[in-house]
């Protein structure tokens, strides 16, 4: 091993490939631009149809209710919602989306509250629809004022104060710091897009220098030098790495920029993001944090980017061994294209919300770095996994690289026909 | 000096089982002249100077090349070797310049060597209003001028031509056969695949014809023609391949 013939084959294949459009692209214009655009329009779609959803007034069909008129009048007089007679075919009216919410109240509703039994009002509507999950939310908030009325009349019937049925209050109080709750909001979502890149990065660069070289017929005249065979796969190895983990470093630092320059509005806009994520249902107002927004450890940070790189090794090694077989681009690309999915399925089971780093999933390559990064982005330091899970992730990338030498000096791989 | 003993190489096909690219091909190329390795495609040229440039490996036999063994010293054999074929290309996103210096620098060269190299170079080929341009911007005879450069940039004592002059046009393929004059000139070993009759008599001191990865015969165009009373090399080649048991393709 030369370093001299590896940092040789390494500057030229560098110079070539800021030279080549499609390197670019992969590489930097892609992490650098269209990730963060995306996760921008994702996050003002997904703000601006909560916002509408907040800001219809949902139309509530009331069933039944004849023999309770008072309860009716309170109905037809509450604010927020426009209270209509139901219609035989309500239940096809919530799925066409022209109902929102369907209220069955009782028969002798008003009579059977007065003799003290317990009348269950239902609510239809459409799970997962989110004009009809705020439809709910307005006739719940309603039916919580009816009944605290009821409760105050009763109390005071019976001569009692009202905070009787009060006896004291409970609110939740936050202690995590806003890197911690970051960490929890988003620490599935960093992971994922940093492995996912580190794949893509290399993939591009992988092709180009291999099965490209083969195809365009540079690969012989570079062979016919007297540079050892493992002195050219480092230097072309070390740019598919370069590929890879440059499409990460830009990835963070343009969301990171994004973030600073354009605050929360990255994400939908500081309000929007809230509500968004309390829409979303993963977290409910009171753990959300008063003041600013979640962040992200820049530890926590530091941290996954020291454990993507064995990974980031063993994606390059693995991009570059498997475009050396193919006979050209296009046939190269049919291999790497289906190893992203192989890729995406235990990355992106980190995400799921209740996936725990354990001894079980600590063994399950990609899923366990995937697991470890989402610690660290929230403060966990837990070094026996991340000791674990790093050397394995060495020993994997080592075995890789090993088989990328080892193919690139095969003559059937090599001058394959 | 360039001397292959009983060359042979084996590829195993799925379909059609072992396949003997080359099969005990011996030869020996003196210093300051040219061998034509003459041969139809598929005949084994290009196995055989691929064997010779440590691009692959003999199944059997060997060969040594400017003092070094093909098999066992395969970094020395190709600082000592120009390899030049159709299929051996240019970095499209370099530029000539580049390209020159990229090989100069694999080579060992040192900067100032590879600068002054490159000026002698681009000279002696008429490469001065292309140095600085990419690649594939260049025109073919432009290209082929670049590729010369590249193979010959380290001033090897040996030099390999595999079907050089393959899809070019008239004027370009003067320029490369006028070089491998120059090679010869200058004392180098040279050997020059083709499957171009008027290529092998305007060029080589000796000529080796193969078929189905055979050596069929070897000697200089005299010595074939005294040899199978014809005067003309394309007679005595299908005489030799029809001898073989194959049609000339």
Same mark, same amino acid.
């Given at each position: 091993?030369?370093?001299?013939?590896?940092?040789?084959?390494?500057?030229?294949?560098?110079?070539?490939?800021?030279?080549?459009?499609?390197?670019?692209?992969?590489?930097?214009?892609?992490?650098?631009?269209?990730?963060?655009?995306?996760?921008?329009?994702?996050?003002?779609?997904?703000?601006?149809?909560?916002?509408?959803?907040?800001?219809?007034?949902?139309?509530?069909?009331?069933?039944?209710?004849?023999?309770?008129?008072?309860?009716?009048?309170?109905?037809?007089?509450?604010?927020?919602?426009?209270?209509?007679?139901?219609?035989?075919?309500?239940?096809?009216?919530?799925?066409?989306?022209?109902?929102?919410?369907?209220?069955?109240?009782?028969?002798?509703?008003?009579?059977?509250?007065?003799?003290?039994?317990?009348?269950?009002?239902?609510?239809?509507?459409?799970?997962?629809?989110?004009?009809?999950?705020?439809?709910?939310?307005?006739?719940?908030?309603?039916?919580?004022?009816?009944?605290?009325?009821?409760?105050?009349?009763?109390?005071?019937?019976?001569?009692?104060?009202?905070?009787?049925?009060?006896?004291?209050?409970?609110?939740?109080?936050?202690?995590? #710091?806003?890197?911690? @709750? =970051?960490?929890?909001?988003?620490?599935?979502? !960093?992971?994922? *897009?940093?492995?996912? %890149?580190? $794949? +893509?990065?290399?993939?591009?660069?992988?092709?180009?220098?291999?099965?490209?070289?083969?195809?365009?017929?540079?690969?012989?005249?570079?062979?016919?030098?007297?540079?050892?065979?493992?002195?050219?796969?480092?230097?072309?190895?070390?740019?598919?790495?370069?590929?890879?983990?440059?499409?990460?470093?830009?990835?963070?630092?343009?969301?990171?920029?994004?973030?600073?320059?354009?605050?929360?509005?990255?994400?939908?806009?500081?309000?929007?993001?809230?509500?968004?994520?309390?829409?979303?249902?993963?977290?409910?107002?009171?753990?959300?944090?008063?003041?600013?927004?979640?962040?992200?450890? #820049?530890?926590?940070? @530091? =941290?996954?980017?020291?454990?993507?790189?064995? !990974?980031?090794? *063993?994606?390059?090694? %693995?991009? $570059? +061994?498997?475009?050396?077989?193919?006979?050209?681009?296009?046939?190269?690309?049919?291999?790497?294209?289906?190893?992203?999915?192989?890729?995406?399925?235990?990355?992106?089971?980190?995400?799921?919300?209740?996936?725990?780093?354990?001894?079980?999933?600590?063994?399950?390559?990609?899923?366990?770095?995937?697991?470890?990064?989402?610690?660290?982005?929230?403060?966990?330091?837990?070094?026996?996994?991340?000791?674990?899970?790093?050397?394995?992730?060495?020993?994997?990338?080592?075995?890789?690289?090993?088989?990328?030498?080892?193919?690139?000096?095969?003559?059937?791989?090599?001058?394959?026909? | 000096?360039?001397?292959?003993?009983?060359?042979?190489?084996?590829?195993?096909?799925?379909?059609?089982?072992?396949?003997?690219?080359?099969?005990?091909?011996?030869?020996?190329?003196?210093?300051?002249?040219?061998?034509?390795?003459?041969?139809?495609?598929?005949?084994?040229?290009?196995?055989?100077?691929?064997?010779?440039?440590?691009?692959?490996?003999?199944?059997?036999?060997?060969?040594?090349?400017?003092?070094?063994?093909?098999?066992?010293?395969?970094?020395?054999?190709?600082?000592?070797?120009?390899?030049?074929?159709?299929?051996?290309?240019?970095?499209?996103?370099?530029?000539?310049?580049?390209?020159?210096?990229?090989?100069?620098?694999?080579?060992?060269?040192?900067?100032?060597?590879?600068?002054?190299?490159?000026?002698?170079?681009?000279?002696?080929?008429?490469?001065?209003?292309?140095?600085?341009?990419?690649?594939?911007?260049?025109?073919?005879?432009?290209?082929?001028?670049?590729?010369?450069?590249?193979?010959?940039?380290?001033?090897?004592?040996?030099?390999?031509?595999?079907?050089?002059?393959?899809?070019?046009?008239?004027?370009?393929?003067?320029?490369?056969?006028?070089?491998?004059?120059?090679?010869?000139?200058?004392?180098?070993?040279?050997?020059?695949?083709?499957?171009?009759?008027?290529?092998?008599?305007?060029?080589?001191?000796?000529?080796?014809?193969?078929?189905?990865?055979?050596?069929?015969?070897?000697?200089?165009?005299?010595?074939?023609?005294?040899?199978?009373?014809?005067?003309?090399?394309?007679?005595?080649?299908?005489?030799?391949?029809?001898?073989?048991?194959?049609?000339?393709?």
């Amino acid at each position: 091993m030369n370093w001299r013939n590896i940092t040789t084959v390494y500057l030229k294949e560098l110079k070539d490939s800021l030279r080549d459009r499609r390197t670019l692209i992969s590489v930097i214009v892609v992490p650098t631009v269209v990730m963060p655009l995306m996760f921008l329009i994702f996050g003002k779609v997904t703000a601006s149809s909560v916002a509408k959803a907040r800001e219809d007034v949902p139309t509530v069909a009331l069933i039944g209710g004849g023999d309770s008129p008072e309860v009716l009048r309170r109905f037809r007089e509450a604010k927020g919602m426009r209270v209509v007679e139901a219609k035989s075919d309500w239940r096809d009216a919530i799925a066409a989306k022209t109902l929102r919410v369907a209220v069955d109240i009782p028969d002798r509703f008003a009579a059977r509250l007065e003799a003290g039994e317990v009348p269950a009002v239902r609510i239809y509507h459409y799970q997962g629809e989110l004009k009809s999950e705020n439809g709910v939310r307005v006739v719940e908030r309603f039916l919580a004022e009816l009944r605290e009325d009821t409760v105050a009349r009763r109390l005071a019937a019976a001569g009692l104060p009202k905070v009787a049925a009060r006896p004291f209050e409970f609110r939740r109080e936050n202690v995590a #710091p806003p890197e911690k @709750v =970051g960490g929890n909001l988003f620490g599935g979502l !960093v992971p994922y *897009l940093i492995i996912l %890149l580190c $794949f +893509t990065g290399a993939m591009y660069p992988a092709m180009d220098l291999t099965a490209g070289e083969k195809e365009r017929g540079t690969m012989e005249t570079l062979l016919c030098s007297p540079v050892p065979r493992v002195d050219l796969v480092l230097g072309k190895f070390l740019m598919v790495l370069t590929g890879s983990v440059s499409a990460m470093v830009f990835m963070l630092i343009s969301t990171a920029a994004s973030i600073l320059i354009g605050g929360a509005a990255l994400l939908g806009g500081g309000a929007g993001t809230r509500s968004a994520i309390v829409a979303s249902g993963a977290i409910r107002p009171p753990e959300l944090p008063a003041g600013p927004l979640p962040i992200i450890d #820049p530890l926590g940070i @530091v =941290g996954v980017m020291a454990m993507v790189v064995p !990974v980031a090794v *063993l994606f390059a090694a %693995l991009a $570059f +061994t498997v475009s050396l077989f193919a006979k050209s681009q296009k046939e190269a690309q049919s291999y790497l294209g289906p190893m992203i999915v192989l890729v995406i399925l235990p990355t992106s089971l980190g995400v799921l919300p209740g996936m725990e780093l354990t001894a079980g999933t600590a063994l399950v390559p990609l899923l366990n770095l995937s697991l470890v990064c989402k610690e660290m982005l929230s403060g966990v330091w837990n070094w026996s996994y991340i000791g674990m899970i790093f050397g394995s992730s060495c020993v994997y990338a080592g075995f890789a690289l090993w088989l990328a030498v080892r193919m690139f000096g095969r003559e059937e791989v090599m001058f394959r026909t | 000096m360039i001397e292959a003993r009983q060359l042979t190489k084996t590829f195993r096909d799925k379909k059609r089982g072992e396949i003997h690219g080359a099969l005990d091909v011996s030869f020996r190329v003196e210093p300051g002249t040219i061998y034509g390795l003459l041969g139809a495609n598929g005949a084994g040229k290009t196995t055989t100077l691929r064997m010779l440039a440590t691009l692959l490996r003999p199944t059997r036999g060997t060969a040594v090349v400017a003092g070094h063994d093909v098999a066992a010293e395969p970094d020395r054999v190709r600082a000592r070797v120009g390899f030049l074929a159709a299929s051996t290309a240019l970095y499209a996103r370099l530029t000539a310049r580049e390209m020159i210096g990229y090989f100069g620098r694999l080579n060992g060269m040192t900067d100032a060597a590879i600068r002054a190299r490159t000026g002698e170079l681009a000279e002696r080929l008429g490469m001065g209003e292309f140095l600085d341009r990419r690649c594939d911007q260049l025109s073919t005879g432009m290209k082929q001028k670049t590729s010369i450069a590249r193979t010959i940039v380290h001033d090897p004592p040996v030099m390999i031509f595999d079907e050089p002059t393959l899809g070019l046009d008239v004027m370009t393929a003067r320029t490369v056969v006028g070089f491998v004059r120059e090679c010869r000139a200058a004392g180098k070993t040279v050997i020059y695949s083709t499957h171009v009759m008027s290529e092998v008599e305007k060029l080589c001191d000796v000529i080796g014809v193969i078929h189905g990865g055979r050596l069929l015969a070897e000697g200089s165009l005299s010595e074939l023609r005294a040899r199978h009373g014809l005067t003309d090399l394309e007679d005595i080649f299908v005489r030799l391949v029809e001898g073989a048991g194959g049609a000339a393709k």
